[in-house]
């Protein structure tokens, strides 16, 4: 596609449930990126994707959070027995080969409640 | 402790005058930096950028300045224009060039250019 999309664009969820959510990257693009971003704070790095494989995972704040990027375009970030400090705009990137122009997708709004 | 540092968290220009937006960092391996703007309900977007064997890199009305001494960079938007308005992030990483993903990120500092 043109952009970098993700969906939902905004999730509600209960305290303990488990969320997906999703990351269309720019076509062709073989790095993928999870970033994290609280209120008030910068985008915190998550995960990092060179086409299936996690290159690095370092950001992952516990084993609660989970992302596959299985055929090496779309990926998932999974989360697991949400909590209510779980509640943070994500964000996608995806870049070509890596370099760090990166183009961020619109991101999803979740909300713990 | 904060790597990447972005004290003010506002600043308000008047349009056509220059904004000059400030970052600092403690980390001396990083060798790379960027600065990326946000618009509300979207997803940043990169605005240039700066290796650290430069101290300066030059964008149309976009100038980032880097003293690596003094572990500083910052951001000139000359004239600065209504439509800058936005949050602009400072970002760092150890990897330049490299396929290592992992930027970091300062708070951001929110910038209003008045008509």
């Known amino acids: 596609g043109a952009g970098v999309s993700q969906t939902p664009s905004n999730k509600v969820t209960e305290k303990g449930k488990y969320v997906e959510l999703r990351c269309d990257p720019i076509s062709g693009h073989t790095a993928l990126y999870w970033y994290r971003q609280s209120l008030g704070q910068g985008p915190e790095f998550l995960i990092y994707?060179?086409?299936?494989?996690?290159?690095?995972d370092s950001g992952l704040p516990n084993d609660r959070f989970f992302a596959v990027r299985p055929e090496g375009s779309v990926s998932t970030l999974k989360i697991q027995r949400t909590e209510r400090g779980d509640s943070a705009v994500y964000l996608c990137a995806s870049s070509l080969q890596g370099n760090y122009g990166y183009t961020f997708g619109s991101g999803t709004r979740l909300t713990v409640v | 402790d904060q790597q990447v540092k972005q004290n003010s968290p506002s600043l308000s220009v008047q349009e056509g005058r220059i904004s000059i937006l400030n970052c600092d960092y403690t980390n001396s391996m990083f060798d790379y930096f960027l600065w990326y703007k946000k618009y509300p309900a979207e997803g940043p977007t990169f605005l240039i950028s700066?290796?650290?064997?430069?101290d300066k890199n030059e964008d149309g009305r976009f100038t980032v300045f880097l003293n690596k001494s003094a572990k500083h960079l910052s951001l000139h938007i000359v004239p600065s224009q209504p439509g800058d308005s936005a949050v602009y992030f400072c970002?760092?990483?150890?990897?330049?060039?490299?396929?290592?993903?992992?930027?970091?990120f300062g708070k951001g500092t929110k910038l209003s250019v008045k008509p």
């Open positions: 970002a760092a990483s150890e990897n330049y060039g490299g396929s290592q993903g992992n930027l970091i």
């Open positions: 994707f060179q086409g299936t494989g996690a290159a690095d």
């Open positions: 700066i290796s650290s064997i430069k």
